[in-house]
């Protein structure tokens, strides 16, 4: 791999070093040395391992493998039952009281072993339903959510990081409401993040102002007595429920409600807490290359994997800020032969890491090695956007996102045909598979070839000529995907855009994370700091501002900077948030997290758009963000909302003082932020990190 000039290496600036050492780096490591351990772990399950050694040395000036892999891989004599793998999805949750807490004890290892997890709820019966055998109601799914809240919480107590959840309830379940408002409760579920799983049929609803019903398996008796029923994609847990040739479940209608108040709940709920988010299942599930193979119910605590049971990916991020020549400059330019060339290398290292996942459960494992998947993403879009003049939410910024997405899709595809044919394929796409009329159903192009049921297909043939992904990708790489249909691929997925908050904020020195702009070019990070017990707010400054000072004016001031730096998040219009995540969908397997950053200000007649739009067009998911102080800080705050903002603390005598979120507070010997300490103590976590 060539080197071209560059802007010259930052040092990391404080803030940046302070991550990378509480999270990354070894006693006595530096970013240096975080790289030699990275590329003499990934380059071990290598055949000739000094063959790779420095050429995976090379890319990790460009590239940085996922969180659990930067901290754990090389670090086994240290850290001996810690797993290199970011992201996994329980087992499908049994309805019963021994399968409920198998899962809790399952989750509590995987969590123990540093992987965040996400789950399906909707599984779970709803609150008043009959518990056979025990002659009582079920509580439903939100209070076994606080179990697995309070499980998550005691095992990131013990030390480490701090663990992570998605939990996933139907729209459709009878109990959404309460699963949507949950958050609400200071407290409460806050181990986790939340997301309706949004059908089409819903949003259909939706839109011509329908009825919408509430429904839940039926038993046989229930289906026999004449019970209302609907049918409706639905997993399974249960032998006794009846199931159709589509794969569709016999569903109890509990009630009905209008589609657009149950919407309605959703946006304002999204508005004020920033919670749940939506996952668009349909989407989901019609463009996964395994469509064939898997049922995804369930996304990792970021929203970047969707994951069928016992799924685990490793992810990757190209540091697209590093890739940018001349920047602020007339001829500034993207150096697309060094990207070009780190991908497949890249995509190398990270199929390495499947054979030392580390993960606790032999069906993770079984998983893992069966399908290979990795989720290779970037960061740094927003500022190498600025650094190039151009102004995130641009025409051009967009078309440049969906270049670099491409080429970072087609890199890795070519990356996964050459590892096949030198190490073999992923073993699942070796098998047979049958061809139910479900499955028929679902690809009418299988019945146009004329294959009838019973039929089988390789699995290779399935995911690379049938899969919609795939079609799409034969549109500009056509031998490319008839090569894979032939040979299969190393890997079953590919790519992914995780969102990168802390590699970007500590490796990549404050660039922007993920496929998001800048969140703002000075602003306080809240952090979590070992040995304190309340969040730190500690000042940052953008990469994109940081380089600007080294190569132009070391003295500039925010007024005098170039129009691309007026693009930060809050700047950004929500819309054009939407067309960058487009851009990019296009072209990744997987999914990807996306936070649209919305203005305090903005009125509720217009964010409540925003998610049919993010519907048209054809994102997997949604997340936004809106500052709310009397509800959360979130880990991004502006100085200038901190600032503006005033708590109210009750003293010890009973009177009350009003402070701003900037303010120092010294209480019980240590000082904080009064906006950090105002929300410790809010929701109960004060002495608690």
């Known amino acids: 791999m060539k080197h071209r000039p560059s802007l010259e290496l930052l040092p ?3 803030a940046s070093a302070l991550i990378a050492q509480g999270k990354y780096f070894l006693p006595g490591e530096d970013l240096d040395g975080l790289r030699r351990r990275l590329a003499r772990a990934l380059a071990r399950p290598e055949a000739r391992p000094g063959d790779w050694e420095e050429r995976f040395y090379d ?27 970011n992201c996994t999805v329980s087992r499908t949750l049994p309805d019963s009281m021994a399968g409920i807490m198998q899962t809790a004890t399952e989750a509590a290892l995987t969590l123990k072993a540093g992987c965040g997890i996400g789950y399906d709820f909707s599984t779970l019966r709803p609150r008043g339903a009959i518990v056979s055998g025990a002659g009582a109601a079920t509580s439903g799914p939100l209070p076994f959510m606080d179990v697995f809240d309070a499980v998550c919480k005691t095992v990131s107590s013990a030390g480490g990081r701090r663990g992570a959840q998605m939990g996933c309830l139907d729209i459709g379940h009878p109990d959404i409401e309460d699963f949507i408002t949950a958050k609400r409760e200071s407290g409460r579920l806050r181990a986790f993040n939340l997301s309706c799983l949004i059908s089409e049929a819903f949003i259909a609803a939706v839109r011509a102002d329908g009825e919408w019903p509430l429904v839940f398996p039926a038993f ?8 209302p029923v609907v049918w409706r994609l639905w997993p399974a847990t ?4 009846t199931c159709n040739a589509r794969g569709e479940t016999a569903c109890r209608v509990y009630r009905t409600l209008p589609a657009r108040a149950l919407w309605s709940l959703v946006m304002r709920s999204t508005y004020e807490y920033s919670d749940p988010g939506f996952i668009l299942i349909d989407a989901v599930n019609r463009e996964n290359p395994l469509w064939f193979c898997e049922d995804i119910r369930a996304s990792n605590p970021c929203g970047e994997q969707m994951l ?3 799924g685990a990916c490793l992810l990757g991020s190209i540091n697209l800020a590093s890739l940018v020549r001349a920047p602020f400059t007339s001829a500034a330019s993207f150096d697309w032969e060094t990207f070009d060339a780190v991908v497949p290398l890249f995509a190398r290292m990270l199929d390495n890491v499947v054979e030392f996942s580390g993960l606790p459960l032999p069906e993770q494992r079984a998983e893992i090695a069966r399908k290979r998947r990795h989720g290779m993403g970037y960061f740094g879009l927003g500022s190498a956007l600025t650094m190039l003049g151009v102004r995130y939410g641009a025409p051009e910024s967009v078309t440049f996102t969906d270049e670099v997405t491409r080429r970072l899709a087609l890199g890795n595809w070519r990356a996964a045909l050459e590892l096949a044919r030198e190490k073999g394929p992923a073993p699942m796409l070796t098998e047979d598979f049958e061809l139910t009329p479900a499955l028929l159903a679902r690809c009418p192009q299988l019945k146009q070839d004329g294959y009838k049921p019973g039929a089988r297909l390789p699995g290779r043939v399935l995911h690379a000529r049938y899969s919609a992904y795939f079609r799409r990708l034969a549109t500009v790489a056509p031998d490319l995907v008839a090569q894979l249909a032939e040979t299969g691929a190393r890997f079953t997925h590919a790519t992914s855009i995780a969102p990168t908050g802390t590699m970007a904020a500590s490796v990549g020195d404050n660039a922007s994370n993920g496929i998001e702009p800048s969140f703002a070019h000075r602003y306080v990070r809240n952090m979590i700091v070992p040995g304190e017990k309340a969040k730190r707010a500690v000042a940052m400054e953008s990469y994109e501002l940081r380089a600007y000072r080294a190569q132009v004016d070391a003295n500039v001031d925010a007024e005098a900077l170039p129009e691309a730096f007026r693009a930060t998040a809050a700047d950004t219009d929500p819309r054009a948030h939407i067309a960058i995540q487009a851009a990019a969908q296009r072209w990744v397997d997987a999914s990807i997290s996306k936070t649209i950053n919305v203005p305090s200000d903005t009125p509720y007649e217009d964010f409540e758009h925003l998610y049919l739009e993010a519907v048209a067009q054809g994102l997997k998911g949604c997340t936004t963000f809106r500052y709310n102080p009397a509800v959360h800080q979130g880990v991004l705050v502006n100085e200038a909302d901190l600032a503006a903002t005033l708590y109210e603390f009750q003293l010890a005598d009973g009177t009350t003082t009003r402070l701003p979120g900037n303010a120092e507070v010294e209480y019980e010997g240590r000082r904080y932020s009064a906006a950090n300490l105002y929300d410790a103590l809010k929701e109960g976590y004060y002495g608690k990190l």
């Open 12 to 14: 990391l600036q404080e």
């Open 59 to 85: 890319v990790l000036r460009h590239a940085w493998p996922g969180g659990r892999i930067m901290a754990n891989a090389g670090a086994e004599a240290l850290k001996p039952e810690v797993s290199t793998i």
């Open 220 to 227: 046989p008796e229930e289906v026999e007595r004449g019970d």
């Open 238 to 241: 249960d032998s006794r429920y």
């Open 308 to 310: 069928p049971p016992f």
